[in-house]
Structures are given as C-alpha cells and as structure tokens.
C-alpha cells in the first residue's frame, strides 16, 4: 500500500515537471530573436512575403494559442514538423536518438569501468601512491574540458596513429565494424570526463564501507581486503553510486552534446545545435522536451532502483 | 573461493553487470584495431569532399541556402551556360546563342544530345517549361523572383532552339542564368525535390543523411563526359577544427574551402596534399549605416577608410590569404580593377577628415557582427585602429540569426562586417532599402545605365564606372575578398582554382 502511494505520489511529480518544463522551453525558444521565415527567405525577402511566410507557418498567432497547440500536440503524441523542411520532428529526432543512446551507453558503461576498479583502488590504498595517483588523476580529469579531450584522443589515434576515423558515423546496421571504430572515441571522451567524476564518489563510498562493523568481520574472519569489500561493499556502496549517476545523467547529456560536436556526430546534440541556428523552433522544442522527459525518467527510474538494491527500502516504513 | 559462491546466491546482478561491461569492453577494443580494406570485386571510386553548411534542403527554389547550389548547380542540375574558373560564361546545355541587336532577345540552340536523368531529351519545350514553372510559382525564393522579373517570356523556335525575351536589356541576366535561376528541372519529375533530384547533370542526389553527409551517386545515362566517380559524399561540419582532423586522418579527399587560413600550415607536406589558392565572389564589407547622422557624411566615411589599414588587417586576421579589392568587385569580375589604392591608409589624413567633418572630439560607433570568423577577427583589428584617430567602437557579436534579424533587417547597427558571397552583386548599393539604406541616385543610375547597355563593353565599362564610383563615394568599406583555399589528396587533381559560381564543380576533377 506504502509502494503504490509512493508511485503515484512519484508520477505526479514526474507530470507537473514535464507540464512546467514545456512552458519554460516554449517561452526561452520563442524569445529568440530572428525566425525562420527569414532563414527560409534569404536577404532579398521582402517584409510582405515575410509576413506572409510567417501566417503560413502560424508564427503570427498569439505565443498562448501557439503553447497551447504545441501542447495539445505533444500529449497525442505530435511533435510537429520542421519548419524549413515540412519533416516530421519525431521523424527527425528517430535517428538521432539512436546515435545519442549508443554514446551515453558507452560512455556511462566506460565510465563505470573506469570509476569503479580506480575508486576500490583509491580506498583500499588511500595511503601509498596508487591510491594518490587515482586521486591526483581524476582531479586533473576534472579539470580538463569535454571538447578539450576529445579534440586530444583525436590528434593522437586519428591525425597522428590513423587507427580510428577522427569523426562522423555510420549506422549499426550498415557496417557494424565502422560503426564501433566511430563511437570508440566520442564514448572515450565522454567515458573519461564522466569517470573523472565518479571515481571520488567511489572512493568515499568505499571508504565508508571500510568502516563498517561487517567489513571488520569479514576481515577477521580472515577474508582478504578487496574480497571483503568486492562481497560485501559493493552492494553498499552501490546505492551512493546510482544516485550519483542519476544525478550525473543531465550532466552526461550536455557532455554527449558537445562531444557529439566535436566528433560531428549526427545525434541529438548536433541536431539542436543546428535547429537553433536555423530558428526551427518546433525542432527545438521537441528536442529540448524530448531530452527534459528522458532525464526525468531517468531519475524516476533511479528512485526506483533503490528498491531493487537494498531490500530494507522494501519492507513497509522503509521509505527514505 | 568456489565454496564461498554456492552459499551466496544473490551474487548474480554483480555477475551479470560484470559481463555486460566485459563485453562492451571487448567491443571497444575490436573496434580499436584498424579494419583492414575489404575487398570487393569491383572498388568503388568514390570522393569525399568536406563542407561547413549543410543544406536543410534538396530544393534550391524554395530555400536561398548557398549550400544547396554548392552540391547541386552543373553537378545535378545543369544550366543552359556556365560561368567557369575564370568568370566566363562557357556553353552547357546550349552549345551556342545569340543576342539580338536590342539585347532583348537570347536565341538558344540546345544541345541534341542533353538529356535528363529519366531519359527525356532537355529540348525547347523542357527550357520553356521551366521557365513557365517559375514564372508561375508562387513561392519561389524573393532572389529568384527578382532575377526572373526580367524575362518577359519564352517559345520554341525549333526542336533544339529557344528564344527567351528580356522586358529591357540586362548584363546581369545571363550571369543569372548561369546559377539558379538557370537549373533545368526534368518536367517530368514528381518526386519531392527536398530529398530527390531530377537533373541532367552527371550526379544524382542518392541520400542525404541528415546531421552529417549528402551523397551524390554517378548518373551512369550522362550524355556528356562519363563522371570520373561512382560516389561523392559531401560531408558537413559545423567545426572547422573536426573538418582540417578529418583530412589529416585520410578521411577526407578534400575540403571545399579551408574555414581558418592559419590552419594552412597543417596542410604544408606536398607529398600528402595540394593547397589551391584562388578567389572567391565574398566581398567582406565593412558596411556602414547611411541613416547614422555622422556616417551620412562623406568625409566620415573617407576618414573611417583610411584610418584602417588594410593590407595590416588581411595579414593579421586571415593569414595574409585573399585580396585587397577597395570596391565591389573581385578578380574574376570582368569589369574589375584593383582599387584599394582609394582613400589609401593614413592616420593623419584620416584624423584631419574627422575634425573637418566636426567630430575631432571623438564619435561613438556601435559595430555589430556576426560570430563567423572573418567578421569577429576583423572587428577587433577595425575597433582597435578606429581608437588610433579617436572612434570609439563598441563591438557586439550576435549569432547569425540574430545578426540577420536586428541588423540586416531592422537597420539597428551603425558598423557591421560581412561577406558578401554572390556573385556580381554590386547592385545591392542601388537599392536604397538595402540594409546599408545607402539611396545614392547617382550610383543608381550609373548602375542601370551599365546594366540596361546597349552593348556588353559598354556594359562592362559602365560597370567600372559604377565600382569606382562607390570606392571614391566611401559607400562602405572593403577589407577584402575572402580567399578560395582548397585542400585535396595529393592524388586528387583539377578542382577550380576560383571559387567564381556557387557550385562545386565536380566535373572537372579526377583522382589517380
């Protein structure tokens, strides 16, 4: 009875957000200066065909009517279409998810690879130099910016060793072979930046364990350190770790957005990127809502994984 | 350690999740060793050029994009004259024509053997219909529509003959034609032209790949030179650093033009790549805002001249790559002449000017750019060495939208750089609604007078009066002709030296 309340009271939250979020992403897209009308018609557009342009597009209607069809659209599921090509924006936005998925994917996975053996390291050793050396390290990976990396991993495998393609992609299915050696980069990027991140809250949540009276007991039972930690900290330190990614979500996705710049990958990043150039205003209201309900659903899906990690949050009373 | 796992059964998510990152871990490390060629029966001959814009669109008559002419004009759709590499206008689908005695009239003969993508022949009666299709759209690009406004109207005179009439005569027309205006577009066509093309060109559009490339496969029915490649790929980049990355690392054939000229350095090995150096329609104007009291004033102009040096601005801010030209015309122009000698470069004179025009105690100028290279870079060189004779800029960057919004429309700017990339567009100064509302009638109608000429060197020679008189006039302020700096492969030869249309020429490149 607490479980279900507690859903509910959690998918309320979740639509007031998306309803809040779309206002606010409607009203930032549409103070924009200059419109479509003018990208479409070039410099020797007269005001009239301009005007005309901009009622054939609906842009002159009032901003709350134009909301309120944006709205209607989107609950039925109609993001509309781009202005300055008549395509669909869930058609548009289709294949670029599916870049954008595959780099947050690895990225997070590498991330995770990276962050989780570097942070054990750094806990268990916290006081000889593989443990200063994880630290100094993610502080330096800390420091250093997305696009900056990214532009580095490329000078060294692509311009100098020519092991990798230094940008663009090509689709799963098309060539699986070039599709891997294109994202092997861009999710190392992202993977390194992210890692940098995480590594210190793994540290301290290994740490934490260290602590621990069933760490002391397992450790007096004989049980070497890293096995102690690997049986018993893990699930632990796990439920810190999965906040933090939860809260890192948001921050992977501005980081995929300019890594997919740098490495011209065409996901969703490019996509808005361009829109916003362009003034396509449908396209970047749907990319915008698209990436706030994923990020939202994120979160909510994290909320819910506490359930699934530790067993004491599922028992009646247990809510955190 | 086997004994201690059969007594804890809830180790498998850990185990699973171990797994999956192994995997994707193996994934990635495959991924890293370098694919070996594959070998097909047959090597596809393919090239691909690097570009900075992509086109939204496959349709260049309803979207002024440059982008679009670049992949498509003489490449997809061909006209019935070109404009080559040296500006001059050369037989396509007409193999010749003539012009009446009131240049009123062009008599075309077509070429019989031209012929469309489909199969259809490009005859009289697929010229007239498309000169038709214009005339009668309605949504048409305002460009294009003031190009057409011209042509009174066209018939068959033949099979393979056209004569199109001009309402008055015009120097430009032709010119136009040679570009979009001039597309011929297979009257049968019925596919959607935003994502299909039905040209006689020796390219068809194949796919665009939104976010990334437009892919051009070979029409194998070309009537003319078979197309030395079986694929081109133009592939887009909105950073010029990924771009020149790109080419390093082999994945490039070429790359249309080089965004950063400091980046040329990287391209120094011969033995790899070929650097092509040529000029380009850009004019980068300095353009001043004829409704601002102060710069209404002749000698405020002339003193805003000669307070920049030129020559010092094109070294520091693009490398030294590019030409002076002191008016509205480029090399490839043929009325051109060099003119950066008027108003020439003198501080003193300048400051002189300025107290003669009443603002020795200092004038305040906005200048607002857009965030595009040229513009940006020049704008601190211009602020600083206008602060020398006591102007006092205020630089404001606005992303090209916004610039094109508050500036180029609203008028809202005392001072704005930008490129001006069509070519032969010197007759933006006639019109007084222009954002530079420069309404001088005495260019206007050097300007009509050159275009309406009853003969082409009088056209020509009063086209040179009409520049010349803009230079000595101050109309605005030429920093200089942006460069036309292409990058290819060693092994890639015969890519235009001059940048003198808005296409890409593909067709006269070869690779060995």
Same mark, same amino acid.
């Not at chain 1, 706030?292 to 909320?303: E, G, P, Q, R, Y």
């Not at chain 2, 062009?106 to 070429?111: D, I, K, P, S, V």
């Given at each position: ?28 897209? +549409?103070? $924009? ?50 202005? $300055? +090509? ?111 991140? $995480? ?11 260290? +602590? ?109 | 350690?086997? !004994? ?17 990152? #192994? ?20 090597? &596809? ?28 004009? @003489?490449?997809?759709? =061909? ?7 040296? #500006? =001059? ?14 240049? /009123?009239? @062009?008599?075309?003969? &077509?070429?019989?053997?031209?012929? %469309? ?22 949504? &048409?690009? =305002? ?37 979009? &205006? ?26 665009? *790949? ?14 003319? *030179? ?76 002339? !003193? ?15 490398? #030294? ?14 009325? @051109? ?28 100028? /906005? ?13 601190? %060189? ?13 630089? =404001? ?26 070519? /032969? ?12 509302? @420069? ?58 030296? *001059? ?14």
């Amino acid at each position: 009875m607490q479980l279900a309340l507690r859903l509910a009271r959690r998918a309320g939250v979740f639509l007031v957000s998306l309803l809040g979020a779309s206002l606010l992403i409607f009203l930032v897209t +549409n103070a $924009l200066p200059g419109d479509v009308a003018q990208v479409l018609l070039g410099t020797d557009a007269t005001p009239e065909a301009l005007a005309e342009l901009r009622a054939q597009l609906g842009l002159d209607q009032p901003l709350a009517v134009r909301y309120l069809q944006w709205l209607g659209g989107l609950i039925v599921g109609d993001f509309g279409s781009s202005h $300055l +090509n008549g395509q669909p924006v869930l058609g548009l936005l289709a294949p670029r998810l599916a870049v954008t998925l595959w780099l947050v994917l690895f990225g997070v996975l590498g991330s995770l690879l990276i962050a989780v053996p570097a942070g054990m390291v750094a806990a268990l050793k916290r006081r000889s130099w593989p443990g200063f050396t994880i630290s100094a390290a993610a502080q330096v990976g800390m420091a250093i910016p997305v696009f900056w990396g990214g532009i580095m991993l490329v000078l060294v495998f692509a311009v100098w060793l020519h092991w990798l393609p230094a940008n663009g992609y090509v689709p799963l299915l098309r060539d699986p072979a070039q599709w891997a050696s294109h994202l092997v980069l861009p999710a190392l990027t992202l993977a390194g930046v992210q890692a940098a991140v $995480l590594i210190r809250y793994v540290r301290s949540a290994f740490l934490e364990v260290l +602590n621990e009276d069933y760490y002391r007991t397992a450790r007096a039972i004989g049980w070497t350190p890293m096995r102690a930690l690997l049986r018993h900290g893990m699930r632990n330190a796990a439920i810190s770790l999965v906040t933090v990614l939860g809260l890192q979500v948001s921050s992977v996705l501005v980081g995929a957005i300019v890594v997919e710049s740098v490495f011209t990958l065409p996901g969703l990043g490019t996509l808005l990127i361009t829109a916003v150039g362009q003034r396509d205003l449908l396209v970047v209201q749907g990319t915008v809502m698209f990436l706030v309900l994923a990020v939202l659903l994120i979160s909510a899906l994290v909320d819910l994984s506490y359930l699934l990690i530790d067993p004491r949050q599922r028992t009646a009373g247990g809510a955190r | 350690m086997h !004994a201690v796992s059969s007594r804890r059964p809830h180790r498998g998510p850990i185990r699973a999740l171990a797994a999956v990152l #192994g995997l994707a871990l193996a994934i990635v490390l495959a991924a890293c060793t370098p694919s070996s060629p594959q070998s097909t029966e047959k090597p &596809l001959r393919a090239l691909a050029v690097g570009a900075t814009l992509e086109p939204a669109s496959m349709d260049p008559w309803h979207n002024t994009a440059a982008s679009i002419p670049q992949v498509l004009l @003489y490449n997809v759709y =061909e006209t019935l004259v070109k404009v080559d590499t040296n #500006g =001059e206008i050369k037989p396509l689908l007409a193999q010749a024509w003539e012009v009446s005695a009131d240049r /009123r009239v @062009y008599t075309f003969h &077509l070429n019989p053997a031209a012929k %469309f993508a489909s199969g259809a022949p490009v005859d009289a009666a697929a010229v007239v219909a498309n000169i038709t299709r214009l005339k009668g759209d309605t949504r &048409l690009t =305002e460009t294009l529509r003031a190009q057409l406004a011209v042509v009174a109207g066209a018939q068959a005179s033949g099979n393979n003959q056209v004569q199109i009439t001009l309402l008055r005569p015009s120097t430009m027309w032709l010119y136009d034609m040679s570009s979009t &205006l001039g597309m011929m577009l297979d009257p049968s066509a019925t596919g959607d032209l935003n994502t299909t093309s039905a040209g006689s060109g020796p390219y068809a559009v194949k796919a665009h *790949n939104q976010g990334q490339s437009v892919v051009l496969a070979a029409n194998t029915a070309y009537w003319g *030179n078979p197309p030395r490649f079986d694929e081109v790929t133009f592939r887009y980049f909105t950073d010029p650093n990924a771009m020149n990355a790109a080419m390093l690392g082999g994945d490039l054939d070429v790359i249309s033009n080089l965004q950063a000229p400091d980046a040329l350095s990287q391209f120094a090995d011969t033995t790899q790549f070929t650097t092509i150096s040529g000029t380009t329609n850009g004019e980068v104007v300095l353009g001043v805002n004829h409704d601002n009291k102060a710069l209404a004033k002749l000698e405020v102009r002339q !003193a805003l001249t000669r307070a920049i040096d030129r020559r010092a601005l094109l070294d520091t801010v693009w490398n #030294g790559q590019g030409t002076l030209i002191g008016s509205m015309a480029v090399p490839t122009d043929p009325w @051109y002449e060099d003119l950066s000698a008027t108003n020439a470069y003198d501080p003193d004179a300048a400051k002189a000017l300025l107290k003669e025009a009443g603002y020795s105690s200092g004038l305040s100028l /906005r200048l607002r750019v857009p965030v595009v290279p040229y513009a940006v870079k020049s704008a601190q %060189f211009v602020a600083s060495q206008l602060r020398d004779v006591g102007v006092k800029v205020t630089i =404001e960057e606005l992303d090209f939208t916004r610039w094109l919004d508050e500036v180029f429309t609203k008028g809202d700017y005392d001072m704005t750089i930008v490129a001006h990339v069509e070519a /032969r567009d010197l007759g933006k100064f006639a019109n007084p609604k222009y954002y530079w509302h @420069y309404g001088d009638e005495k260019f206007a109608a050097l300007y009509d007078a050159a275009d309406q000429a009853p003969t082409e060197e009088q056209a020509d020679a009063g086209m040179k009066a009409a520049v010349r008189y803009l230079a000595d006039d101050a109309a605005a302020i030429w920093l200089f002709a942006l460069p036309n700096l292409v990058i290819t492969k060693a092994t890639i030869s015969g890519v235009a030296q *001059n940048a003198t249309t808005l296409s890409f020429d593909l067709t006269t490149i070869t690779s060995r």
